[in-house]
């Protein structure tokens, strides 16, 4: 079973603060269910979101190539 995360160790772990983690869990961004009047996460769920943000870097597209060329 997953470890059930506070509002304020999500906020923590994604170093934003706890008005902004509140406002991604209730707009529904992070998966997360209230006990009481208290939001948790499961850890496994606040990772998936993350992976879902993932950058990674493309190749040049092919106009970025030709600016460089033409300098």
Request: hydrophobic share 40%; no cysteine.
């Amino acid at each position: 079973m997953d470890k059930l995360l506070t509002l304020k160790e999500v906020a923590s772990a994604l170093r934003v603060t706890t008005v902004g983690a509140r406002r991604w869990l209730k707009d529904g961004m992070i998966p997360s269910f209230k006990v009481g009047k208290d939001w948790r996460v499961k850890e496994g769920d606040l990772v998936a979101f993350l992976e879902g943000r993932r950058w990674t870097p493309t190749a040049a597209t092919d106009t970025d190539q030709s600016k460089e060329t033409a300098q």
